[in-house]
């Protein structure tokens, strides 16, 4: 490959463009993968078994989803237009209604009214009003609402920032996958009095580039670091030539800037202003990945200032990002800057407990897990329960809590209030569950509830 690893001391990269088919199914028969073209690795020797067959399931995965990538993107944009253009008209019957009238209301992507996909699971725009600053919880409420809004437009995100939550909004930004030749990653940025709130978009379910990131099982090994997950170091900023400089080449010209880069300079700029100035990072599923990997690119970089600034990390529904002496790394930075990391991990959601947490994957989770069962009652672990998702004796107490998460879909509203109304959509999505019941747990419903019914309690036992 023509790009140049010595920023780190190991590596394993994998190519899904140079596999064949013949090659894709030669990974899973002959254990010299490194010989292979589509492997570029820094260790040589034989792979086993287990560690081929991650490899084929990355590869493959990622060659389909390129496959399909704009088919994907096409029936994604039709069905976000569908759905919106039914609520501009109110519903459906209201909709054949100013058909025939001649005064349909078409939606426009631009604006501040037009809903993402994901946004569709949860339309709730207004904070929770029983949840006041200073609250033990208010920060996890914030970030959460803050994460769920990271998946819109530049326009909604405004209109909701500045009219709803009557906060200052900072900046929308579309960032380059300098790996991917594109801008994948989008973030913002608010300030609430004296916390500026970074938050991070997650993988949205129609871009075949952000799934390719999370299938990405390549990895990077820095010294007295760890191993970190390719996938997504890539979407936050890492350069083919370089990896992590602690500045940039002032001669380096991309599009769009690189991810950490322009986060952390607008941070710079910011807290620069006042000594009072702190931040919060957060995101939910990628963009919690996206979320806790900046801090350690900080303290790579041995960004004191900004670290000593950082208040908190708030993640919901999370994956995991690197191995098992990268999270000592982690506990030791974020126990040296008392940065609190708050890990949100709802049920039986499948996200968190990927990649697997075995030999083979070498993918581990660090410090707490703030877990909340279907009850939205929580309670702090180590590892949220069944941390690999796929066990046979979990089976029927999963299809179990899907079953129960339907029928509650029918009653939350009832027992706990408007609020929590769960629409069409979603009933529609939790029925999906009884197949494969850590599907609709990722959803940003579930992670806004928790964060609203039951947090209270799990920040005064934290405390």
């Not at 405004?158 to 579309?174: D, I």
């Not at 913002?188 to 916390?195: A, G």
């Not at 690119?297 to 098992?324: C, N, S």
């Amino acid at each position: 490959m023509a790009c140049d690893k010595s920023f780190s001391s190991s590596y394993m990269l994998l190519s899904p463009e140079k596999v064949g088919v013949i090659d894709l199914f030669r990974i899973l028969m002959y254990s010299d993968v490194h010989k292979r073209e589509f492997v570029d690795c820094s260790e040589g020797g034989e792979e086993s078994f287990e560690r081929r067959w991650i490899m084929f399931v990355s590869i493959l995965v990622q060659k389909l989803l390129l496959l399909v990538a704009k088919p994907l993107s096409w029936s994604g944009s039709a069905i976000e237009f569908w759905l919106n253009l039914m609520s501009s008209n109110r519903n459906f019957g209201r909709l054949l209604v100013n058909c025939f009238r001649g005064k349909v209301v078409m939606p426009d992507r631009e604006s501040g009214s037009f809903i993402s996909f994901p946004g569709n699971w949860d339309k709730r725009v207004e904070l929770d009003k029983s949840i006041r600053p200073g609250d033990s919880e208010y920060y996890a409420a914030l970030s959460m609402m803050a994460s769920k809004a990271s998946y819109e437009n530049e326009a909604y995100l405004q209109t909701t920032v500045t009219r709803h939550w009557q906060m200052e909004f900072l900046g929308f930004y579309k960032l380059w996958n300098d790996y991917q030749g594109k801008a994948t990653t989008q973030a913002f940025m608010l300030r609430d009095c004296d916390t500026v709130v970074v938050g991070f978009r997650g993988t949205e379910p129609f871009d075949a580039d952000a799934w390719c990131s999370d299938f990405d099982l390549s990895w990077y090994e820095f010294l007295g670091v760890g191993r970190i997950h390719g996938g997504f170091m890539k979407a936050l900023g890492l350069q083919k030539t370089l990896g992590w400089p602690k500045e940039l080449d002032p001669r380096l010209k991309t599009p769009v800037p690189l991810a950490y880069y322009a986060i952390r300079e607008k941070l710079r700029a910011l807290l620069g202003e006042s000594d009072k100035v702190n931040y919060i990072l957060t995101g939910h599923s990628l963009g919690g990945a996206l979320a806790i990997l900046f801090p350690a690119i900080l303290a790579m970089h041995g960004e004191t200032w900004l670290m000593k600034r950082l208040e908190a990390v708030y993640t919901f529904g999370q994956p995991r990002v690197g191995d098992e002496k990268f999270g000592e790394f982690m506990e030791r930075v974020l126990k040296e800057h008392e940065i609190e990391y708050f890990r949100f991990v709802y049920g039986n959601d499948i996200v968190p407990r990927l990649p697997y947490d075995d030999s083979a994957f070498m993918f581990k989770h660090f410090g707490s897990c703030c877990y909340f069962n279907s009850k939205y009652e929580g309670k702090i672990v180590r590892e949220e329960p069944n941390k690999n998702y796929f066990s046979l004796r979990q089976t029927i107490p999963m299809m179990l809590n899907a079953w129960y998460e339907l029928t509650r879909s029918f009653t939350i509203s009832r027992e706990k209030g408007p609020d929590y109304r769960e629409g069409l959509f979603l009933k529609i999505f939790r029925v999906i569950g009884l197949l494969i019941p850590g599907i609709p747990a990722h959803t940003l419903q579930d992670y806004v509830n928790l964060t609203r019914l039951g947090a209270s309690r799990l920040f005064r036992h934290r405390q």
